[in-house]
């Protein structure tokens, strides 16, 4: 049986927590898997069962606000699990 897969985990960007209400986004190939919000300096991210049997062995990238997480995973079956996120905000002159 096929279930929801649930990331959690703290996000951080340039070593700063990021502040409450700051949405996590997971895609695949630009796609929009899921989303969350920040509390209490953590968020749950919960990508449905559709998403999963859809998407399954594909790599997901996350956004933290507008900017892009260093971390990536494979989206897996049973593939929940502790992810701490953190990226970096790069300024252009």
């Known amino acids: ?8 985990g703290t996000a951080v960007l340039d070593d700063i927590p990021v502040r409450r ?6 895609k ?6 899921g989303s ?10 919960i990508i449905r069962k559709d998403q999963v049997e859809l998407f ?3 790599e997901i990238n996350f956004k933290i606000g507008h900017f892009e997480a ?3 995973v494979i989206l897996e079956f049973d593939g929940g699990r502790e ?5 970096t905000i790069y300024f252009t002159p």
């Open 21 to 26: 209400g700051i949405e996590i986004v997971a």
């Open 83 to 87: 992810l701490n996120l953190t990226g």
């Open 1 to 8: 049986m096929i279930r929801d897969v649930e990331f959690t």
């Open 28 to 33: 695949i190939d630009s796609r929009p898997i």
């Open 70 to 72: 260093v971390e990536t």
């Open 56 to 58: 399954v062995g594909q």
């Open 36 to 45: 969350a919000e920040v509390k209490n300096g953590r968020y749950t991210l």
